[in-house]
């Protein structure tokens, strides 16, 4: 790792978003997350003074996990960008095939502009195998667990080290 630690005086944010699928909404038979409803969702206003460090991811659904497994048509992506400039944090969609709990999934961030934002877009189609039989919606939930690094030394020897002046994402 480029950095060993992060400073103590960092801030632990843990952040919950919530997306919702409704049976025969819009695709007939299936739960559909593919709506504006789970599109550019908010997860965290940006200081243009911090580097954002995602630690760990947590994924799951209001159905069990072998329920959920068993009914992913197209698999659940989180999409993870920042609301001025579109810039990705991940290079691809995270895959949300299974349950996280507590998985790595490492990288850093940062803006340079006032009043952006980390935001979500969350995709995928689910059938209704004979377990979701009568289940008008399914919620899933996306937790970040997230640290706000503004200590001004360390966020310069991590520019510093990593040579990325112009580029706001960093992967471990």
């Known amino acids: 790792m480029i950095i060993k630690t992060i400073p103590k005086s960092s801030n632990y944010l843990q952040t919950v978003t919530r997306f919702t699928a409704n049976f025969n909404v819009p695709a007939p038979g299936q739960y559909d997350f593919?709506?504006?409803?789970?599109?550019?969702?908010?997860?965290?206003?940006?200081?243009?003074?911090?580097?954002?460090?995602?630690?760990?991811?947590?994924?799951s659904t209001t159905t069990p996990e072998e329920v959920f497994?068993?009914?992913?048509?197209?698999?659940?992506?989180?999409?993870?960008?920042?609301?001025?400039d579109k810039g990705?944090?991940?290079?691809?969609?995270?895959?949300?095939?299974?349950?996280?709990?507590a998985n790595e999934a490492i990288a850093f961030f940062w803006t340079r502009q006032n009043d952006d934002s980390l935001i979500v877009d969350f995709r995928g189609i689910l059938d209704q195998p004979a377990p979701l039989v009568g289940v008008p919606t399914i919620k899933a939930q996306l937790q970040l667990d997230?640290?706000?690094?503004?200590?001004?030394?360390?966020?310069?020897?991590?520019?510093?080290?990593?040579?990325?002046?112009?580029?706001?994402?960093?992967f471990i």
């Open 69 to 84: 497994f068993s009914a992913v048509n197209t698999v659940p992506t989180a999409t993870l960008r920042k609301s001025k």
């Open 88 to 101: 990705v944090i991940y290079q691809r969609p995270l895959p949300l095939v299974s349950y996280l709990k």
């Open 34 to 59: 593919n709506t504006a409803a789970n599109t550019g969702i908010v997860i965290l206003e940006m200081n243009p003074h911090s580097v954002y460090f995602i630690d760990k991811i947590n994924f």
């Open 146 to 170: 997230i640290y706000q690094i503004m200590d001004e030394n360390w966020i310069q020897l991590f520019r510093a080290a990593t040579r990325l002046t112009q580029q706001t994402t960093v």
